[in-house]
């Protein structure tokens, strides 16, 4: 499944989950998919929910690829509420000739509307649900595919980092992916965790974006 996830060749009607710590390459990895999409000529929608996608990368890449600007539709939200109205306008009008819709980091700003109180953030949570479900419904009826980028925290007497909703974004994603940092610099490593499975990817980020090692 990694391989055709690399060569950008993702499942319609699926949602395929990439998360991982600060500065594993998530986000290029999401663009690396992006411009195998554009570069067949089909659109890309992506909702910067994190504000993470640095312009002057994307214009160079979108250079580099030959692939004209307008293949690809940018919105980002400020707010948990602009989140959900963008997620919202999408399902009910989504820009022709979209193949792909790329949300990086959905969690990130429904982190930012959480309090820590469980029971007075139970309407966050299902806010975030109500988004992750509408975005499955979309890409089912429209015969798309996303990418859902998430983010991981530190929870104490846990030895490694969870993901953030995970329990809600994991539901909804039929592919989980984690990417983690190899001992070698730009190296990463992407990992298939669901479907359970040992497959795994070796890649470093180039300026020119992503080259697969092995």
């Known amino acids: 499944m990694l391989s055709r996830f690399f060569e950008g060749e993702l499942d319609r009607g699926r949602v395929y989950l990439v998360y991982g710590e600060e500065k594993t390459g998530k986000t290029s990895l999401a663009l690396h998919v992006a411009m195998r999409y554009m570069q067949r000529g089909e659109a890309v929608m992506w909702v910067d929910c994190g504000e993470r996608l640095y312009l002057p990368r994307l214009e160079h890449l979108l250079n580099v690829h ?38 990086d980091d959905l969690t990130y700003l429904h982190r930012l509307a959480t309090s820590g109180d469980v029971k007075r953030d139970m309407p966050v949570y299902r806010r975030l649900a109500f988004q992750t479900a509408l975005l499955k419904e979309l890409i089912i009826r429209e015969r798309l595919s996303s990418i859902i980028v998430g983010q991981v925290h530190d929870v104490p007497a846990e030895p490694k980092p969870r993901l953030v909703a995970g329990r809600i974004v994991g539901y909804w994603s039929d592919f989980v992916i984690r990417v983690e940092n190899a001992p070698t610099p730009s190296v990463k490593v992407a990992i298939l965790e669901k479907p359970s499975s040992e497959e795994q990817k070796v890649f470093r980020i180039t300026e020119d974006g992503v080259r697969i090692l092995r």
């Open 66 to 103: 030959d692939v004209e600007p307008d293949l690809i539709y940018l919105t980002s939200p400020k707010n948990f509420d602009e989140q959900e109205d963008a997620m919202i306008r999408l399902s009910e009008s989504l820009p022709r000739g979209v193949g792909l819709i790329v949300c």
